[in-house]
């Protein structure tokens, strides 16, 4: 079965870089792609962007020049950086796998950017 | 404003049917697979339906989808409770950027 944890800080100050870790388990990150998406407090879904399994990235074109997106294969995680936050960036964060579809998700992180 | 347009809400009895309709252009919808996704509250959103009208095992029957053109359609026959819930559909703009539409709340009346 396969299973994908978000972890990283909850509160990220103005102006600073957000990161964020997906641990996959029951499923080798060296196939498929993985993809970062969030929802913002009452608001819908957005694609931030995926990397496929040779570390090649996808990016949001609204996001694209304060994103980073990186594997490590041999702790089966994949990760996501942004900086520059701003308020509006305060969301619940999901990692998913896939690039056509995104199944399964992972239980999402709420990261609140506020000093 | 998101490039592809749901209805925000739809609404409908218990063994009824809705219909959630997902517009969209020559760039996405016409030209690549949709997908939907059900998101319960409190939960995490679930695939609902690949590739226009594909489900995935354990997703009922009750669930369909199909695509024409610029427009995809999920429906949702039998209507349950449970089944109150944001679906959002969503798919690739012109390859190189992945969008949703803006979701639809469905109620159970």
């Known amino acids: 079965q396969v299973q994908l944890q978000e972890s990283g800080p909850g509160l990220v100050e103005p102006s600073e870089t957000l990161s964020l870790t997906c641990t996959v388990s029951g499923y080798s990150i060296k196939t498929s792609f993985w993809t970062w998406i969030r929802q913002p407090p009452g608001k819908g879904l957005e694609w931030i962007g995926c990397v496929s399994d040779s570390g090649k990235t996808n990016l949001n074109p609204s996001l694209k020049s304060r994103i980073t997106l990186s594997l490590d294969t041999s702790k089966n995680q994949f990760s996501l950086e942004m900086s520059s936050v701003t308020a509006a960036d305060t969301a619940v964060y999901y990692c998913?796998?896939?690039?056509?579809?995104?199944?399964?998700w992972g239980q999402g992180t709420l990261v609140t950017v506020s000093s | 404003q998101s490039v592809l347009t749901q209805p925000p809400s739809v609404s409908a009895a218990p063994g009824q049917r809705v219909t959630i309709s997902c517009s969209g252009s020559?760039?996405?919808?016409?030209?690549?697979?949709v997908s939907w996704y059900q998101h319960l509250p409190g939960t995490v959103p679930k695939l609902l339906i690949y590739e226009n009208d594909k489900r995935p095992s354990g997703i009922p029957d009750r669930f369909s989808a199909s695509k024409s053109g610029t427009s995809a359609t999920l429906d949702i026959t039998g209507l349950q409770t449970g089944d109150e819930a944001d679906y959002y559909c969503g798919t690739w703009d012109g390859g190189l950027n992945w969008v949703f539409g803006g979701g639809t709340k469905v109620t159970v009346l």
């Open positions: 020559s760039s996405d919808i016409a030209i690549y697979y």
């Open positions: 998913a796998r896939g690039l056509n579809w995104f199944d399964p």
